[in-house]
C-alpha cells in the first residue's frame, strides 16, 4: 500500500490545504491520503484552536473524498510529536511513504529530528509556496493558492470553503482569539 502523510497545524484549515491534498490525489499513485493535524507543532510557540476542534473541521472538509483519511495520532499523544515519530507509526502500515510538505518548511528541513533518518524512510513530496525554490530530488506539487491560516487570525478573511465549515471556523475564531494586527 502506498501512503501519502500530509501534516501541520491547520489552525485555520483553508482551500490552500484542500488543493494541496486534492493535487496529491491527482499526481501520487498512493491508496490513501493521511491528513495528520498536529497537537502541537514543535517549531510554532502555540497554536489557536483546540487540536480535536481543527480534527472535526478537517473530517468535515474532506468527508466526500474517499481516499483522504484525517488522523489524531498527534493530537491523541498531548504533546508535540515529532515527523519521525509519525512517518515511523505509519511506516509499519505500507511499502511507500510519501510526506507532503510545503515549500516554507524547506527552510528549517535540516533542523527536523532525525532528518537523514526521515530522508531515508520518505518521499519528500513539496508544495509551492511564495516562489520558494524546490530541490530536484523531492516531488514538486505546484499549487497555486495565496490563502494563509495567519493572514486569517490576523483579519478574519475568507478560507475559501464551504460557506456552512467556514462559518463555523470564523465563528469559532471570534468567540476565541482577538485578531492581531
Given at each position: 500500500m502506498n501512503i501519502a502523510l500530509y501534516?501541520?497545524?491547520?489552525?485555520?484549515?483553508?482551500?490552500?490545504?484542500?488543493?494541496?491534498?486534492?493535487?496529491?490525489?491527482?499526481?501520487?499513485?498512493?491508496?490513501?491520503?493521511?491528513?495528520?493535524?498536529?497537537?502541537?507543532?514543535?517549531?510554532?510557540?502555540?497554536?489557536?484552536?483546540?487540536?480535536?476542534?481543527?480534527?472535526?473541521?478537517?473530517?468535515?472538509?474532506?468527508?466526500?473524498?474517499?481516499k483522504i483519511e484525517i488522523s489524531s495520532f498527534e493530537i491523541d499523544q498531548h504533546r508535540s510529536v515529532y515527523t519521525i515519530e509519525t512517518v515511523r507509526h505509519y511506516a509499519k502500515i505500507c511499502d511507500k511513504l510519501y510526506l507532503i510538505i510545503g515549500a516554507d518548511n524547506l527552510a528549517t528541513l535540516d533542523q527536523w529530528r532525525d532528518i537523514e533518518t526521515l530522508r531515508t524512510m520518505v518521499t519528500f513530496v513539496v508544495a509551492s509556496r511564495d516562489g520558494i525554490p524546490i530541490p530536484n530530488e523531492m516531488i514538486t506539487l505546484p499549487v497555486k493558492e495565496e490563502a494563509s491560516s495567519t493572514d486569517f487570525r490576523h483579519s478574519f478573511g475568507s478560507l475559501g470553503l464551504d460557506e456552512e465549515i467556514e462559518n463555523d471556523i470564523t465563528t469559532y475564531y471570534k468567540e476565541h482569539y482577538e485578531p492581531t494586527n
Open positions: 501534516g501541520g497545524s491547520f489552525d485555520p484549515p483553508h482551500i490552500g490545504h484542500v488543493r494541496v491534498a486534492l493535487k496529491a490525489l491527482e499526481m501520487l499513485e498512493i491508496d490513501k491520503l493521511i491528513i495528520v493535524p498536529a497537537f502541537k507543532n514543535p517549531f510554532k510557540p502555540s497554536v489557536s484552536a483546540d487540536g480535536m476542534q481543527r480534527f472535526q473541521w478537517l473530517k468535515k472538509i474532506f468527508a466526500s473524498t474517499p
